[in-house]
């Protein structure tokens, strides 16, 4: 089992929140860039460090930092709510974009734009709020894996039982991180009881 859900009570607070259709934007976008926060801090548990000596205004120390450097891959347009919690937490990130849009009839995504900073060697976050039927998170994770990205993870704000078997079928060594798992899908392969429109309820459009 390639999934991973937040356990902190903070989590449920939050994604509670994130479902109710009175909240508005301003509060959404709050919750959202603290909901990436814990889930990046959960997917990043096991980054490598190594042994680094300081000098304290009393001594010396000896400590360890991060050994790995990291990239974090928004999925346009909604997955652009969970970078800046990431780029505050890990201020030497670098930054990769794939435009990646759902058709409204068929829900199957069209790539429009990627821009990706060398990968190979390097932790790549994927965030993208919500995984419905995967087919986003499958294509850019292959993009990803085709440009020399080998230590990869996905964060997802809510995630579907689809679209994690999705992932997992494609992208078995792939861990997902998710804040909540929930029923599965309505007919336009919307999430239940999910959030609705992420990148509509971040925007405001
Ligand atoms: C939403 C969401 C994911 C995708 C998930 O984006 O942000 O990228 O749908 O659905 P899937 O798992 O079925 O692929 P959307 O395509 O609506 O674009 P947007 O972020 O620009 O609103
Ligand atoms: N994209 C969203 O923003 N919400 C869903 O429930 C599914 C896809």
Known sequence: MSLHLLTHPLAAHIVTHLRDETTKPATFRTLAHQISLLLALEATRDLTTRESTVQTPLETATGRVLAKPLVVVPILRAGLGMVEPIVNLFPDV????????????TAVARSYYCKLPPLAGRRVL????????????????????????????????????????????????????????????????????????????LYGT
């Open 126 to 201: 994927l965030v993208d709020p919500m995984l419905a039927t995967g087919g986003s998170a499958v294509n850019a994770l292959s993009v990803i894996a085709q440009r020399g990205g080998e230590d990869l993870a996905l964060l997802n704000i809510v995630a579907s039982p689809e679209g994690v078997r999705a992932v997992e079928l494609a992208h078995p060594r792939v861990p997902i991180y998710a804040a909540a798992l929930d029923r599965g899908l309505d007919d336009r392969k919307y999430i239940l009881p999910g959030l609705g429109d992420f990148g509509d309820r």
């Open 94 to 105: 670098s930054i990769g974009y794939i435009g990646l849009e759902r058709d409204h009839a």
